[in-house]
């Protein structure tokens, strides 16, 4: 192949980025212009029904005031009804790799930026800019930087030691300079914008970045897993050849090699509050009054963007470890095998029942497949217990019951009211506890208190417990119980106690 054949193919390949591709197209600045206004520069994710939303009344406006938009190719719009849908569009952009749709921490869908859309979002940003190309901040920062990288690259310590000294030499002389009382030179307002110009157009595309190393772990992911379900090696060379690719994985990528570094400069926090402070310093200056609001906020996030970039991208590779963890637990080639299988039949029989009709045919498909015609199968066998002829019964003994007698049913039966209210009215004793302990031992038993409690309910001594006692009881068997229970005052001239059934006892005798 000749030069211009390989350029040719090396522009193609460019040209065939998704980045380029969302640029070139007719509708680009309808979908840019969606892109900016969706995803503020604060604003990272966008959960899909509201996204689904904004686009379809983002598009809508743009097309009534006359701009071209995005026809979807997935949604059939009537007459009345020219409007792409929302939800369409988004399918479609996230097929051209310009939107990412995955799950929030609550399990939400939600939408994110790719790489590809950032950079495009970055480029047209920086080309909408009114800044010259050529300018003092930006040929000083590449002079400085070369200066920096030079310093770190000599391997020759006098040379090294030189550096030092001159460095040092220079800001003795300032500081001796500052300390005699000369005034401190600052630059002017054009200069100052010049560099913050040159700061924002660097820290603009720190979002693509960062995004761009998420995609490759996450496409790392893809693969690793992918490579997985096919293994057919033994376990033991899986697990060694995938803990060691885990342990790597950052240093398998250009983006992952770029990132490690980034990420232990930015691991320091002296570092960062020192950046914040810088940031802080330059908003101060008298140029900062000609920003925006937007601008300033942007600038002022920017330890906000490095940490969230970071993240982020940690966030991708602890599921890409979690992820390897799970397959490396539950992983089963045999399993993983027959589901494949499984999987492709699916596939053959799809398309075999697509090629039968046109694009508005039904097609019956069975969700469960037909029954099984099987005989009658016998479900229970032959048990010679089943036949056997119960036990005779046999006849009671008459003797294993003792003869109860009334008296008997008497000491086992409930209280005596009548005793019990007799001793009451006609007991020659102060309280209701020494007419009940005046009373035969028969007379006592522990059911005889519920009787008492029943006669004595209403007597204000009783009702309210101002005197509780020992009441001592007997059972049938003998045997003596003790129970704490309030008493009541007996009247002098023993009033009756009175029965809510008394008159209807007396009427019928």
Same mark, same amino acid.
């Given at each position: ?72 190719? #997935? ?84 040379? #090294? ?146 940490? #969230? ?9 602890? #599921? ?190």
């Amino acid at each position: 192949m000749t030069d211009v054949d390989l350029e040719f193919a090396r522009v193609r390949a460019v040209l065939d980025r998704p980045t380029l591709r969302l640029m070139s197209r007719p509708t680009s600045a309808t979908v840019l212009a969606v892109f900016r206004t969706v995803f503020d520069r604060d604003v990272q994710y966008v959960p899909a029904d509201r996204m689904h939303l904004q686009v379809e009344e983002h598009v809508a406006r743009l097309q009534a005031s006359g701009a071209r938009v995005p026809a979807s190719e #997935q949604h059939e719009q009537s007459e009345q009804d020219a409007r792409p849908h929302g939800r369409a569009l988004c399918r479609e952009w996230v097929a051209a790799q310009w939107l990412v749709r995955s799950n929030s921490p609550d399990g939400d869908e939600q939408y994110s930026l790719t790489s590809h859309a950032l950079e495009a979002l970055s480029l047209v940003d920086a080309l909408s800019a009114d800044r010259a190309l050529i300018s003092e901040s930006r040929l000083a920062m590449i002079v400085d930087a070369v200066h920096r990288w030079a310093a770190r690259a000599e391997p020759d310590p006098d040379v #090294q030691i030189r550096r030092i000294d001159a460095q040092i030499a220079e800001l003795q002389a300032e500081r001796e300079r500052l300390e005699h009382g000369d005034d401190v030179v600052t630059v002017d307002d054009d200069r100052m914008r010049d560099g913050y110009t040159n700061i924002s157009d660097l820290i603009r595309q720190l979002p693509s970045d960062f995004k761009r190393v998420e995609e490759a772990v996450a496409t790392m992911h893809r693969s690793i897993v992918e490579d997985f379900r096919q293994e057919v090696r033994p376990i033991g060379e899986i697990l060694d050849d995938y803990l060691a690719r885990t342990d790597n994985l950052m240093q398998a990528t250009p983006e992952g090699r770029a990132f490690e570094g980034a990420f232990e400069l930015l691991r320091d926090d002296a570092l960062l509050l020192r950046l914040r402070d810088d940031v802080a310093t330059i908003l101060s200056h008298p140029f900062a009054e000609s920003l925006g609001s937007a601008e300033r906020r942007a600038f002022r996030n920017t330890v906000t963007i490095l940490r #969230q970039g970071i993240e982020d991208v940690l966030a991708q590779r602890r #599921q890409l470890t979690a992820t390897l963890r799970d397959q490396i637990v539950a992983h089963d080639v045999v399993r993983d095998r027959e589901l494949d299988a499984v999987l492709r039949s699916i596939n053959r029989g799809l398309a075999t029942l697509m090629g039968q009709g046109g694009a508005r045919e039904r097609i019956p498909l069975p969700l469960l497949p037909a029954p099984a015609e099987v005989g009658t199968l016998r479900e229970r066998f032959y048990d010679p217990d089943n036949e056997s002829v119960p036990p005779p019964i046999e006849e009671p003994d008459d003797d294993v019951f003792e003869d109860l007698d009334v008296e008997m049913l008497r000491k086992h039966g409930g209280p005596l009211l009548t005793e019990l209210r007799a001793a009451l009215r006609f007991a020659e004793a102060d309280s209701s506890v020494d007419a009940f302990h005046g009373l035969p031992p028969e007379q006592r038993r522990p059911v005889e208190l519920f009787g008492l409690a029943h006669l004595l309910t209403g007597h204000a001594d009783f009702e309210s417990a101002a005197h509780v006692a020992e009441h001592r009881t007997v059972r049938p068997d003998g045997s003596p119980v003790t129970f704490h229970m309030p008493t009541a005052a007996l009247a002098d001239e023993r009033t009756p106690v009175s029965d809510p059934h008394d008159d209807d006892a007396q009427e019928a005798r």
